[in-house]
């Protein structure tokens, strides 16, 4: 789920701590010569990544509540030409046409999210029997399309009836949503298996409670923010231990984060080293938390009279154990080594520096070998997923009917080519989720910016795929670049 603010500056509101002693170091090399060999594992996981508010539409259908996106969108000057997800590519009826675009692309796994709302239209209290029924229609036909699903519980479309109780900054959100998760898993666990909680808390509480750019934008005292963002991580250590309290033997969970793509600035052992400790230093607030179940004294001492305030019985709940990390990775963040306190610094791009249609979204395809590795180094990750990885493009339909997307097929290419390089020498990504399959609703910037291989004619809702689509199609088929 893109948006248009780079990772970076989200840097002053992050911390970390030094590198867990004994993680294990990647550097095994697969088999094969990684120089030569360009192919993917057999068993490599392909596939696509959507999200509720962003493809479903039918905003008022089936007992579905409202939630802070459709708040936010129908609020004047909030979204790009008044946008709003109340059809977006119309999802919620038209699923298996797209479960039919996603098998000929020869998907193994797709990624999508339930809108907690469809569930629990004020966020907490009776149950809607019709949104439990709609999503399990959805991953019965993907099952039987030979597609596995991957659930992420939330996306970013918070009730509206719990963000006027405070949202994220009440305490009591973080219980609602564990609860709706630990539903959802008692109910659908025969049909889910793999379970993603939160889709980058980062960005809904610094870009909706922190500059106000996205749903329910607000602008909120540092001291209130940070008790938001414990809150959101709370929130997901609790929907950990309630999904694991519901559901069959078996089923997976994890989370889907856009880390800050740390990336030396180029390869040298002192820049490599000063990565290491800033991915953990500007990851701080969320993924190092959530993976170790401490804040750092840097971050808190950074905060100062504004630091959260935490129980141990909570952080044990932020850190609870996962059984696989999905990473979200659209541009890098470069640091240099350097004679600070920290040990490293922070590489701005200058103005000249190259970017895909989105001013934010930078090209830089080496993140996806770098931040995957430093990843699974610093956090002993053994099985992690490229949960979002993709790039806007201005897409226009040729003479021909066709969309020549050559700018989108430079992206994927250049990145997958990094990703593979990674994989060859064991870091344990499992598989890519291509963000994304569609074009879709693209938060504050409506439906100008499109981010999918299928090109979507909103006022007809005709898919076509574009020649990103048919790039991926081959990758998939030959398991190879």
Request: hydrophobic share 40%; proline share 5%; glycine share 8%.
């Given at each position: 789920?893109?948006?248009?603010?780079?990772?970076?500056?989200?840097?002053?509101?992050?911390?970390?701590?030094?590198?867990?002693a004994g993680t294990p170091s990647v550097h095994a090399?697969?088999?094969?010569?990684?120089?030569?060999?360009?192919?993917?594992?057999?068993?490599?996981?392909?596939?696509?990544?959507?999200?509720?508010?962003?493809?479903?539409?039918?905003?008022?259908?089936?007992?579905?509540?409202?939630?802070?996106?459709?708040?936010?969108?129908?609020?004047?000057?909030?979204?790009?030409?008044?946008?709003?997800?109340?059809?977006a590519t119309d999802s919620y009826h038209r699923y298996p046409e797209d479960i039919a675009i996603m098998k000929d692309l020869g998907l193994k796994t797709c990624r999508f999210s339930i809108a907690w709302s469809r569930i629990f239209p004020t966020g907490t209290g009776q149950p809607n029997q019709k949104g439990i029924d709609h999503y399990r229609k959805f991953a019965e036909a993907l099952l039987a399309a030979g597609i596995q699903p991957y659930c992420t519980l939330y996306h970013w479309d918070l009730?509206?009836?719990?963000?006027?109780?405070?949202?994220?900054?009440?305490?009591?959100?973080?219980?609602?949503?564990?609860?709706?998760?630990?539903?959802?898993?008692?109910?659908?666990?025969?049909?889910?298996?793999?379970?993603?909680?939160?889709n980058e808390i980062s960005t809904f509480i610094e870009l909706g409670y922190g500059n106000g750019l996205h749903a329910p934008g607000l602008q909120l005292s540092r001291g209130k923010l940070a008790q938001a963002r414990h809150h959101a991580v709370l929130g997901h250590g609790l929907a950990v231990q309630a999904i694991r309290a519901h559901s069959k033997p078996g089923t997976k969970v994890g989370s889907a984060e856009n880390l800050s793509a740390i990336t030396p600035v180029y390869n040298a052992p002192e820049h490599v080293a000063a990565a290491r400790k800033a991915i953990q230093e500007e990851?701080?607030?969320?993924?190092?938390?959530?993976?170790?179940?401490?804040?750092?004294?840097?971050?808190?001492?950074?905060?100062?009279?504004?630091?959260?305030?935490?129980?141990?019985?909570?952080?044990?709940?932020?850190g609870s154990p996962?059984?696989?990390?999905?990473?979200?990775?659209?541009?890098?963040?470069?640091?240099?080594?350097?004679?600070?306190?920290?040990?490293?610094?922070?590489?701005?791009?200058?103005?000249?520096?190259?970017?895909?249609?989105?001013?934010?979204?930078?090209?830089?395809?080496?993140?996806?070998?770098?931040?995957?590795?430093?990843?699974?180094?610093?956090?002993?990750?053994?099985?992690?997923?490229?949960?979002?990885?993709?790039?806007s493009s201005d897409d226009k339909v040729a003479a021909d009917g066709q969309i020549y997307d050559s700018d989108r097929v430079m992206y994927l290419k250049n990145y997958l080519t990094s990703l593979q390089r990674a994989v060859s020498e064991g870091v344990p990504v499992k598989g890519y989720f291509c963000w994304s399959l569609l074009d879709n609703y693209e938060w504050a910037d409506g439906y100008e910016k499109r981010f999918g291989i299928t090109y979507v004619d909103f006022a007809t809702q005709k898919r076509t795929p574009k020649l990103s689509s048919h790039f991926y199609k081959n990758l998939i088929s030959t398991g190879a670049l």
């Open positions: 789920m893109p948006h248009r603010i780079s990772r970076r500056t989200f840097a002053t509101l992050a911390a970390a701590t030094a590198a867990a090399a697969a088999p094969g010569n990684p120089a030569t060999d360009r192919t993917f594992p057999k068993d490599f996981l392909w596939g696509s990544a959507t999200a509720s508010y962003q493809v479903e539409g039918a905003v008022n259908e089936d007992g579905r509540g409202t939630t802070v996106w459709d708040t936010f969108a129908h609020t004047a000057g909030k979204t790009h030409n008044g946008d709003t997800g109340d059809v009730p509206q009836l719990l963000e006027d109780k405070g949202g994220w900054q009440n305490r009591d959100t973080a219980v609602a949503f564990a609860d709706y998760a630990g539903y959802v898993a008692s109910k659908l666990g025969d049909v889910l298996h793999n379970y993603m909680t939160m990851n701080a607030g969320y993924l190092n938390v959530m993976r170790t179940g401490k804040y750092t004294d840097r971050y808190l001492a950074q905060l100062g009279a504004d630091a959260p305030k935490f129980t141990s019985e909570e952080m044990r709940a932020i996962l059984d696989f990390q999905g990473i979200n990775i659209y541009q890098p963040a470069f640091v240099r080594a350097s004679n600070n306190a920290d040990g490293y610094e922070m590489v701005a791009n200058p103005a000249s520096y190259p970017h895909m249609f989105s001013p934010w979204l930078f090209i830089g395809p080496e993140t996806l070998y770098w931040t995957p590795k430093l990843a699974c180094e610093v956090w002993g990750i053994k099985e992690m997923y490229i949960t979002e990885n993709g790039c």
